[in-house]
């Protein structure tokens, strides 16, 4: 089978897998960045199984944010924020 990808070495242990299209992944499904060029190229050989079934999605590659606030938490506290500087804080739950 034609390698459809390429891995590099970023900095320090950290390695990467680049695909056509300008596509660069560093972690696998379980989002664990590649600990070594053996982790990089078993990712890579199931992303070519993957692309020639035509169920390969790079989001599914790709590393989740991680937080412990939800977005709510965050828009309260930006709504919070807007109405202490417009000065129209309001007195309901706060």
């Not at 020639?52 to 991680?66: A, H, I, L, M, S």
């Amino acid at each position: 089978m034609p390698s459809l990808g390429r891995i590099y070495k970023e900095k320090g242990n950290r390695w990467l897998i680049r695909l056509p299209g300008g596509i660069r992944l560093f972690c696998d499904k379980q989002h664990r960045t590649f600990y070594s060029r053996q982790h990089a190229e078993w990712t890579l050989h199931q992303i070519q199984a993957e692309i020639e079934n035509g169920t390969f999605d790079e989001t599914f590659y790709q590393k989740k944010k991680k937080s412990i606030r939800s977005f709510s938490v965050y828009a309260e506290d930006w709504l919070d924020t807007c109405e202490l500087r417009a000065g129209c804080k309001t007195s309901y739950g706060h």
